[in-house]
């Protein structure tokens, strides 16, 4: 086992509540990549434990404040804590779905779990998570009130090369032979591609939203853009909705979309239409349709502070779009999971829409992720959905 001492900066970093430290604030030190290390300050006094990094930015990850080394029964304690917070947001139910494992956010760096009935997809994105994989499923499976009946590694996240790690997908046990069959309250019922699927197979970041745009009652039309799933779209008919129409240009999701509107008991009343969106909704603009519901949830278009210029520009124009195609009193949902683009950014992108726009809007809420996605407070790196609810008159 390693040793890692940190020079002034990063001890002060560290005591403001940032559990990342950064490679140019450890002074001094000896570890094997992945390695748990204890952590001193530069006059020797222990600050705690973490999980070394050779090849990130990020050099170590913090565990613990505490002195005493975490062992099993402290993973076993977290895998623990995460689980029975999701039993008390009623998350729980074995054929619904939901994020299990929150990586940083949850004090178990680098591992990602998510739950598709009784299946487990893992994403893994640090040296240290992923030399402890083996370990982090038995103690999981331990931790878990129910026996997975597949666990997958689906470690493909382009993230992993600032860790020098190549992508990786494994089924680790059990048998996977078609998508996954996932039904929710309300009568949702969706199938998860968890092999070829986007992220783990679904956005389950967005379920809560989902939820809550439907409670809004878009009784008329409602046109759910980058639709992926459908499922704004599908929940929406399930609230009564009468024509919804969801725009996705990938081909597999499209054809899920269908699927899932079958299998929810709304086929009659969802269609898709395979468009690149961003041309789609400025025809739709142009030629002054309108529409009661317009829910714009597009891939994150600022992954870095580079990329913040251009993205402002997308999201201006995107959502003046859907604003122009809302019925007076109709609703825009509007999301962002650009992790460059902080809420108050967002909120000026969406104001600046509303202005160019003409249209008089009103913001009703403002979200972010589910709560099985927390936010850990202090890093504002896991605070990367914004989703705005919007009346437009
Ligand atoms: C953030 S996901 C949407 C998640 C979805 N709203 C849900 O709740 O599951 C973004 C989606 O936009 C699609 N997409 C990306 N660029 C697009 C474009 N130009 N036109 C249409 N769809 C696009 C992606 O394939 C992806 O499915």
């Known amino acids: 086992m390693g040793k890692m001492i940190l020079s002034g900066k990063g001890r002060r970093w560290l005591l403001k509540g940032h559990p990342w430290i950064y490679k140019d604030d450890v002074a001094d030190g000896e570890g094997t990549p992945g390695d748990l290390v204890p952590i001193y300050a530069p006059e020797g006094e222990i600050l705690g434990w973490g999980l070394y990094s050779a090849e990130s930015k990020i050099a170590l990850r913090m565990v613990t404040r505490e002195e005493e080394q975490p062992n099993r029964e402290f993973w076993l304690g977290r895998m623990r804590r995460a ?23 949850e004090g178990i760096p680098g591992l990602v779990v998510d739950r598709y009935a009784k299946t487990l997809v893992l994403q893994i994105g640090t040296q240290a998570a992923d030399r402890m994989r083996d370990f982090f499923v038995e103690v999981l499976i331990e931790a878990l009130p129910f026996e997975p009946t597949a666990v997958l590694e689906r470690s ?71 639709a992926y799933d459908g499922l704004f779209g599908i929940r929406a008919a399930l609230a009564g909705a009468e024509e919804v129409l969801c725009l996705e240009q990938n081909a597999a999701a499209c054809e899920r979309i269908l699927v899932n509107a079958e299998l929810s008991g709304v086929a009659d009343r969802v269609k ?71 809420a108050s950014e967002f909120l000026g992108h969406l104001a600046s ?41």
């Open 83 to 105: 689980i029975s917070a999701r039993e008390n947001l009623g998350m729980m139910n074995p054929e619904g779905a939901c994020r299990l494992i929150s990586g940083d956010a």
């Open 353 to 393: 829409a509303a202005r160019v726009s003409h249209r008089d809007t009103m913001l009703e809420a403002f979200t972010g992720a589910s709560p099985d996605h927390p936010v850990r407070l202090g890093l504002p790196e896991t605070d990367y959905l914004k989703c705005a609810f919007m009346r437009v008159t």
């Open 156 to 226: 493909d996240l382009s993230v992993r090369r600032f860790e020098g790690l190549e992508p990786r997908v494994e089924l680790l046990s059990g048998v996977i032979d078609g998508p996954i069959e996932v039904r929710e309250e309300g009568g949702l019922v969706y199938r998860v591609d968890v092999r070829e699927g986007h992220k783990t197979g679904a956005y389950l970041d967005m379920s809560s939203n989902r939820v809550k745009a439907a409670a809004l009652r878009p009784g008329g039309r409602v046109l759910d853009t980058f």
């Open 272 to 342: 898709v239409e395979r468009v690149d969106c961003m041309k789609d909704l400025r025809k739709r603009a142009e030629a002054k349709e309108l529409w009661d519901m317009i829910v714009v949830d597009p891939p994150a278009f600022a992954r870095n502070k580079r990329e913040k210029r251009g993205a402002e520009r997308g999201y201006v124009e995107l959502n003046r779009r859907a604003m122009l195609l809302a019925v007076p009193g109709g609703h825009v949902v509007s999301a962002s999971c650009s992790h460059a683009i902080w």
